[in-house]
């Protein structure tokens, strides 16, 4: 049977200069099928097109209820979400960097089991920092990951890329999809988290024998996984 062709487009949330960044950090893959990427960039234009902006970018300021318009129009798109994250107060490994590269081979290693199970095949798209990190990054994945028989990652992934997402619009859906996810682990300024637009997008969250734990959703290690008490005490809907 001819294997189903789909696009892998990863983004991040958060700031991984241990430290010194945020205490989340979250790398996001969102696969797309390649027959509903058109249905998918014309809500995005439409979108960009009602609050006049040039390009979706969730972490330069939109405001809540924009926020909540955005991922509403999105939510019943055809994608899957596999999310990698980490506390980086809890980071033994002090070096951001190879924090990143595990990181990425964790999120890879999932995205593949769903690629396997499903009978697809994937391209990446990576979201560029305009660096030479972008080069790096794209090496290891080729020479590193995809090449290295300890890895649990399935043969199915093609061609790799890096692309900015101003000119590369399906990367804003990427970012949609991290920023939610980060937004509803790391406290804002004012003390709340808002887990509100990720609940919106969890039915996107890839499940295996119906569980997102360690499948859609896995952190970088189990003791990081917030407590029920920080999530019950930083929820901006929380009820007394």
């Not at 062709?5 to 991984?16: P, R, S």
């Not at 609050?51 to 899957?80: C, M, P, W």
């Not at 990698?84 to 951001?96: E, G, P, Y």
Request: net charge positive; hydrophobic share 35%.
């Amino acid at each position: 049977m001819e294997k189903k062709k789909c696009t892998v487009y990863i983004d991040e949330a958060g700031d991984l200069g241990i430290g010194r960044g945020t205490q989340w950090f979250v790398i996001t893959a969102v696969i797309v099928p390649k027959e509903s990427e058109k249905e998918i960039r014309t809500i995005l234009t439409r979108i960009k097109s009602k609050f006049n902006l040039k390009e979706i970018h969730l972490r330069k300021g939109i405001d809540f209820n924009k926020t909540s318009y955005i991922v509403a129009q999105l939510r019943n798109s055809d994608f899957v979400t596999v999310n990698v994250l980490a506390d980086t107060n809890m980071l033994s490994l002090k070096d951001s960097v190879m924090t990143y590269n595990y990181m990425c081979r964790i999120l890879l290693e999932r995205v593949s089991w769903y690629l396997r199970d499903h009978n697809m095949r994937a391209d990446i798209v990576l979201s560029s920092r305009g660096t030479g990190r972008d080069g790096e990054l794209i090496s290891y994945i080729k020479d590193k990951l995809l090449n290295y028989s300890h890895n649990e990652i399935a043969d199915v992934y093609d061609n790799i890329t890096s692309k900015t997402a101003a000119c590369w619009d399906m990367l804003q859906l990427a970012d949609i999809c991290a920023t939610s996810m980060f937004r509803a682990y790391e406290v804002n300024a004012y003390g709340f988290i808002l887990p509100c637009h990720m609940s919106n997008l969890r039915d996107h969250i890839y499940q295996r024998n119906g569980s997102i734990d360690k499948y859609g959703l896995k952190f970088y290690s189990d003791d990081m996984k917030p407590s029920t008490q920080y999530l019950h005490e930083h929820r901006i809907c929380n009820k007394k």
